[in-house]
């Protein structure tokens, strides 16, 4: 799958999802019931992890933040829309999860693995759709990562946060406008406009953890995945093409220099409270792997 144009001309004689689930199954070897049961397992794979990490009995390894999805869940709600609040909290308490080494479908990736169920699990719960229904989602999504991927990269390291999380955003923009029984022409547009407005976003982990500013990350994507799917779903254009836009995320994020790729040097890892936190957790590391050795 390399180019969503293409999947938009060859759905105009079906849907974005028979396209997808078709060259998935071609590129796999299987069936297309098999290609669905396996999207299946990656649904309700979501569903449980987010259901553990709710749960009274889930602990958080995270170092510098914890418990920001459940209090945001639980705070009143002021400026957000019901289900645009729970995809945020959801995304955050997932983000989490995947820093305390929990079990998540990296989709696209572990650092931005709370967009994509935190958008669709939350829709689920507050639109009352079908199962099935949300797999087609997922698989919609699917599509759309496979040619960013393909075209550009999902890796942060390669190519900055708008590689990870904002694949994130436009998968699961793609997944809502499928869902709202958007055409594919739609979709394609969802797809664009969420990665322009995340366009050169920098990989900045500090002290290397995936949790500050990667889970609110997350929630930045979940929240921007809505309003790129209702602009398109409005009949909003985007002007420049989604696989233009694509490759202009590839060719920015080439150009991005190492110190904003992963590597904790630049960004807000490179801040005066990012380095102190970052020196804190080297000796602490260092202090435990002396008295690890004298014992
Ligand atoms: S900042 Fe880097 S590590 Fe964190 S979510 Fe974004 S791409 Fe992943």
Redesign the pocket.
């Known amino acids: 799958m390399n180019s969503i144009e293409e999947i938009v001309k060859e759905a105009e004689s079906s849907s974005f999802f028979d396209v997808v689930l078709k060259k998935n199954s071609e590129l796999t070897g299987k069936t297309p019931d098999d290609t669905v049961e396996f999207f299946k397992k990656i649904w309700f794979t979501m569903k449980d992890s987010l259901r553990r990490a709710l749960s009274p009995e889930f602990k958080s390894s995270a170092i510098l933040v914890k418990g920001d999805g459940k209090r945001f869940l639980g705070s009143e709600g002021l400026f957000l829309s019901p289900v645009v609040k729970k995809a945020v909290g959801y995304a955050m308490v997932i983000g989490e999860a995947n820093a305390s080494m929990c079990r998540i479908v990296a989709f696209p ?1 572990a ?2 693995s709370g967009t994509v169920p935190g958008v669709l699990i939350a829709y689920q719960e507050e639109f009352g759709e079908r199962d099935e229904r949300m797999i087609e989602g997922l698989v919609v999504a699917s599509g759309v990562g496979a040619v960013i991927g393909n075209r550009a990269t999902l890796s ?1 390291a390669e190519g ?2 708008q ?3 904002g694949a994130a955003a436009a998968m699961a923009a793609a997944a809502l406008v499928h869902l709202n029984n958007g055409s594919p022409s739609m979709i394609q547009h969802a797809v664009a406009i969420a990665l322009k407005n995340i366009m050169g976003l920098v ?3 500090v002290a290397g953890l ?1 949790e500050v ?2 889970i609110k ?2 929630a930045m994507a979940a929240s921007l995945a809505f309003l790129s799917s209702e602009l398109a779903l409005s009949g909003i254009k985007s002007v420049i093409p989604a696989d233009e836009v694509i490759d202009a995320m590839g060719n920015v994020g080439r150009k991005l220099p190492e110190e904003l790729r ?1 590597t904790a040097l630049g960004g807000v890892a490179a801040t005066p409270t990012g380095r102190r936190i970052a020196k804190k957790l080297t000796r602490m590391r260092n202090k435990f792997l002396k008295n690890s050795k004298s014992d």
């Open positions: 990736t650092g931005a942060g900055g946060c590689a990870e999380c990989c900045d982990p995936v500013p990667c990350r997350n992963e």
